[in-house]
């Protein structure tokens, strides 16, 4: 397969990022421009030596990918790939003796889960990749980025999944609350309007391509169009009851792509 269409679809606003990161490194935290979010602009702040030493963060599971060894003879490995909504989430309470790896990396946004996809996806040589990523994007944790930007590098990481015979699961991207104070900033960073544009995307794209579209969303929206206010405390994250409303949907998903890829 030729790697010219890969290497078309990776995002320019990944090659944006990686040339001005010389001229972050100089600069002090209190002269990076604000957003006018609080909380985004200190956590954007902390995160200076990540996004100049290790973009992609690959030092986060680069001894644990190591240790691994390769899958046994029949194993269906799962590699589930995202920021902190796929880290929190404690795979084995919830798939017990599947052979399903975490490599989710608090605040990650969809190119530096492209900048690490070889060592924590292709390398680990998983029958299914399930992906939970975007919300970041959205609210601008690596800077200003539009759906089109993130669906530049869903469609990278699909073609570099096929390219190793990987199967897709693309879930789509969580709904948000305000129910609390604390969720507040969370909940004006990602518009209502972006995350159903972009969940609209990505379940057509899984059509078109043959992958397999995992709605999370439906499952946990409320009748205000909300993320259900008992499913997380922060407007965001989801609580034990929020992955156990998951959990299963993944599994189906799971199931599903490896029905798929013995018939193809």
């Known amino acids: ?3 010219h269409p890969i290497i078309r679809t990776i995002s320019q606003p990944l090659f944006a990022i ?3 990161l010389p001229a972050l490194a100089q600069q002090p935290a209190s002269s990076i421009p604000s957003t006018g979010f609080a909380g985004l602009d200190q956590y954007r702040a902390s995160r200076i030596s990540i996004y100049t030493d290790d973009f992609g963060q690959l030092a986060r599971y680069r001894e644990a990918d190591a240790a691994l060894a390769p899958p046994a003879v029949g194993e269906k490995r799962v590699v589930f790939l995202g920021d902190s909504i796929t880290e929190y989430w404690k795979l084995p309470n919830y798939f017990p ?3 399903y790896i975490n490599r989710g990396v608090d605040g990650q946004t969809t190119p530096e889960m492209l900048v690490r996809f070889r060592q924590d996806v292709i390398d680990l040589q ?3 990749v399930v992906i939970l990523a975007g919300t970041n994007d959205i609210a601008g944790v690596t800077g200003p980025t539009f759906n089109e930007d993130i669906e530049a590098n869903y469609a990278s990481m699909a073609e570099l999944a096929r390219a190793h015979s990987i ?3 693309f879930a789509s991207v969580l709904p948000v609350h305000n129910y609390t104070h604390d969720a507040e900033e969370s909940f004006a960073l990602r518009p209502r309007g972006r995350i159903l544009a972009l969940n609209k995307w990505l379940k ?3 059509a078109k391509n043959r992958l397999v579209y995992l709605d999370y969303f439906s499952a946990l929206v409320d009748e205000r169009g909300m993320l259900k206010r008992a499913l997380a405390d922060d407007g965001l994250h989801p609580t034990g009851a929020g992955y156990k409303i998951m959990a299963p949907l993944a599994e189906k998903a799971i199931q599903k792509a490896l029905v798929e890829n013995r018939h193809r």
């Open 167 to 169: 199967r897709m699961v």
């Open 18 to 20: 990686l040339l001005s």
């Open 126 to 128: 998983p029958k299914v």
């Open 97 to 99: 003796g599947k052979p």
């Open 1 to 3: 397969m030729s790697l």
């Open 204 to 206: 057509d794209y899984c």
